[in-house]
């Protein structure tokens, strides 16, 4: 797969700063973690997907891997052609 274009990167650090700070504003015991990070979603930790942003707010998913089971929420989002930068 194509690594992602610049602009695909902004908005996601963009995305990532604005969901951690309001986490941490609200107290909230969730984490925010940015692609690549792994997401099995069985018990075969050889099969991943890694979502943009995966959002996990149980910390008995997170391992040094990643997060084992479905997170929280997750963004996902299109490569951004690069006829629109």
Request: glycine content about 6%.
């Amino acid at each position: 797969m194509a690594p992602p274009g610049r602009k695909h990167q902004q908005i996601l650090s963009a995305l990532h700063a604005v969901i951690y700070n309001y986490i941490q504003t609200k107290g909230g015991n969730c984490e925010v973690y940015p692609a690549p990070f792994a997401v099995f979603l069985s018990r075969d930790d050889s099969n991943y997907v890694e979502p943009d942003l995966s959002i996990i707010c149980n910390p008995n998913k997170l391992t040094d891997k990643g997060c084992t089971g479905a997170p929280d929420w997750i963004i996902e989002f299109p490569s951004i052609p690069s006829q629109t930068l």
